[in-house]
């Protein structure tokens, strides 16, 4: 059966180079372009987003040279989602002043959410050469090292951010994934019980990790459906939390719970495949060979390339004496790369 895997969450710290001077003050000669530069700080604290843009422009403009109005720009860009235009003026700042690190740092997080993640650790390297070592700094390396499957890198980066900062909940949430990949399984529990502790704001998503490990890895299904509950309880929204605590429930074989929770999934995300596959699994261990055929057929109405859905279906309608369309699921469910089927299909003519 399928399980569902969390994104990395990503909240970027963008911060302006602060206001220097009173923007009420009379504008004196040669001045013209701090003071433009002050309006775009004032504008963006204001979420004026396009007009802190016009203005820093305008203060480029003045002062081709003015280091800190592209830095405030890109900014601003980022804050916008654009991120190659952020990256654009990075680049610049870093040609005014090559030791600026927080530059190299700001590129590299622009890098990070448009995917460049080998050129996203290169900048992060380069903010630390330069001497900007934080816990954002390494944290983010961790993230971009963990997508392109870099998982032992990965934990030392995050290891480098807690060091600098030990109630990081999320340098400790993502240390604990990479290391329930790497199995080191009692020290990704210690890792998610310590992003609980930190966690000011609560997040479901923290809660839902800690429990997928307590469920898969930990044999801790009680604590499992705890913690499932608990996010469920802070989002009750979250789909991917009911349908995980239906897996529980249904490695406890009370399926009738469990078929609730899928339910509740499918309530929320009418399209969640998966939840439906779930209900199907279910069905089928209470003998409701019909009700597990139907749930597979709305998965696969949802996902016509869901091949596990193809073959769970095939099953049932086996023992509901349809082996003719029980051999067309398994062959779907083949051709769709399902692995272990040809025992399956070694009665199939």
Not at 123 to 143: C, E, P, R
């Amino acid at each position: 059966m399928k399980k569902i895997l969390l994104a990395i969450l990503f909240v970027l710290p963008f911060g302006l180079f602060a206001q220097d001077d009173d923007p009420t003050l009379v504008v004196a000669k040669g001045q013209e372009a701090q003071v433009t530069y002050n309006k775009g700080l004032k504008s963006f604290n204001q979420k004026k987003y396009d007009e802190a843009v016009v203005l820093f422009t305008k203060a480029i403009a003045t002062d081709p040279k003015f280091t800190k109005a592209y830095f405030n720009r890109a900014s601003v860009r980022l804050e916008q989602k654009n991120y190659k235009a952020a990256i654009v003026d990075y680049t610049k700042v870093i040609e005014l002043d090559p030791k600026m690190g927080k530059a190299y740092f700001s590129r590299g997080c622009a890098k990070l959410q448009l995917t460049q993640y080998k050129k996203a650790i290169a900048d992060f390297n380069s903010a630390a050469q330069k001497g900007y070592k934080t816990a954002n700094l390494f944290y983010y390396k961790g993230v971009a090292l963990f997508k392109i499957k870099n998982y032992k890198d990965a934990e030392v980066a995050y290891t480098e951010a807690l060091k600098l900062n030990t109630e990081h909940a999320f340098a400790y949430n993502d240390r604990a994934g990479v290391r329930k990949i790497l199995k080191k399984y009692e020290e990704a529990l210690v890792d998610y019980d310590m992003a609980v502790k930190f966690d000011k704001n609560k997040h479901a998503f923290i809660y839902n990790n800690r429990a997928s490990l307590k469920r898969d890895h930990l044999e801790d299904l009680d604590g499992a459906i705890y913690d499932y509950s608990a996010a469920i309880s802070i989002d009750a929204k979250y789909a991917i939390a009911y349908n995980n605590r239906g897996r529980a429930k249904f490695l406890k074989k009370d399926y009738e719970k469990a078929i609730k929770d899928y339910e509740n999934a499918i309530k929320i995300n009418p399209k969640y495949a998966f939840a439906y596959n779930n209900i199907g699994a279910a069905k089928f261990e209470l003998k409701d060979y019909k009700g597990a055929v139907s749930a597979y057929d709305n998965a696969i109405r949802i996902d016509s390339r869901y091949g596990q859905a193809y073959a769970n279906r095939g099953s049932a309608k086996e023992l509901m004496r349809d082996f003719t369309g029980a051999c067309q699921d398994w062959n779907k469910a083949k051709s769709l790369g399902v692995e272990g089927i040809d025992e399956y299909l070694k009665n199939c003519k």
